[in-house]
C-alpha cells in the first residue's frame, strides 16, 4: 500500500503490470505502478521531482505456489525493464524509483540479483535496499529498492499487518 501527503506530491497516473512473473500455477501476477510528481517547494527527491514507485505482492506458498529463484529473478529484471510512465522510451531500471512490498526473497538473494541487473546495464546505480537487510527485527521478503532517491524508515509506534510473517514499514524520503 501507498500513502503519501497530497499537499507535497501528486499522483499523476497509475497502472496494473500484468505478467511480473510466470508461476508454475495459472494465476496471474501483478504489481501496481504509479507515478508521483512532488510540488516544487517540497521536493525532497534529488535530480528529479518525479518518483516512480511499485507496489509488489509474490506471494509464495508449498508445491505449485512456491516461489522459485528465477520467478524471482524474472520479477526483479521483469519491473527494471518495464517502461517509465513518465517517459516511455525508458525504462524503471533507467529512472529514480521506489520497488517495494513483499518479494518473499531473502537479503541476500535480492542483493545478488539487484547486482546482475546492475552489471548488465538494467539500472543507472546500485540501488539501496530498506530496511537493512541485516536488522535483527526484519522479516524476510519485506523490502523496498531505492535507486535516485534516499530514505529512511519511519518508526513503526505499534502498526501491525493482518499477516503475521509480515510487519508494516513506512519510508520517509530524504534530500539527495
Given at each position: 500500500m501507498t500513502i503519501y501527503?497530497?499537499?507535497?506530491?501528486?499522483?499523476?497516473?497509475?497502472?496494473?503490470?500484468?505478467?511480473?512473473?510466470?508461476?508454475?500455477?495459472?494465476?496471474?501476477?501483478?504489481?501496481q505502478h504509479m507515478l508521483f510528481?512532488?510540488?516544487?517547494?517540497t521536493s525532497d527527491i534529488r535530480n528529479s521531482e518525479v518518483l516512480e514507485i511499485v507496489n509488489?505482492?509474490?506471494?509464495?506458498?508449498?508445491?505449485?505456489?512456491?516461489?522459485?529463484?528465477?520467478?524471482r529473478r524474472e520479477l526483479i529484471f521483469n519491473l527494471l525493464q518495464r517502461?517509465?510512465?513518465?517517459?516511455?522510451?525508458?525504462?524503471?531500471?533507467?529512472?529514480?524509483?521506489?520497488i517495494?512490498?513483499?518479494?518473499?526473497?531473502?537479503p541476500g538473494t535480492l542483493t545478488e540479483l539487484l547486482s546482475q541487473a546492475y552489471r548488465l546495464g538494467m539500472l543507472t546505480e546500485e540501488?539501496?535496499?530498506?530496511?537493512?537487510?541485516?536488522?535483527?527485527n526484519v522479516k524476510s521478503g519485506d523490502y523496498?529498492?531505492?535507486?535516485?532517491?534516499?530514505g529512511e524508515i519511519l518508526p513503526r509506534r505499534g502498526a501491525h499487518n493482518h499477516d503475521h510473517q509480515?510487519?508494516?514499514?513506512?519510508i520517509q524520503l530524504k534530500i539527495g
Open positions: 501527503d497530497s499537499q507535497k506530491c501528486t499522483c499523476r497516473c497509475s497502472t496494473i503490470l500484468h505478467d511480473v512473473y510466470k508461476p508454475k500455477v495459472n494465476e496471474p501476477r501483478t504489481a510528481q512532488w510540488n516544487k517547494d509488489v505482492h509474490a506471494p509464495s506458498g508449498r508445491n505449485q505456489r512456491q516461489l522459485t529463484d528465477p520467478n517502461r517509465s510512465l513518465e517517459y516511455p522510451a525508458i525504462t524503471l531500471g533507467h529512472k529514480n524509483f521506489l517495494g512490498g513483499d518479494m518473499n526473497t531473502s540501488p539501496v535496499i530498506l530496511p537493512h537487510q541485516m536488522a535483527a523496498c529498492v531505492l535507486q535516485g532517491i534516499r509480515h510487519d508494516p514499514y513506512g
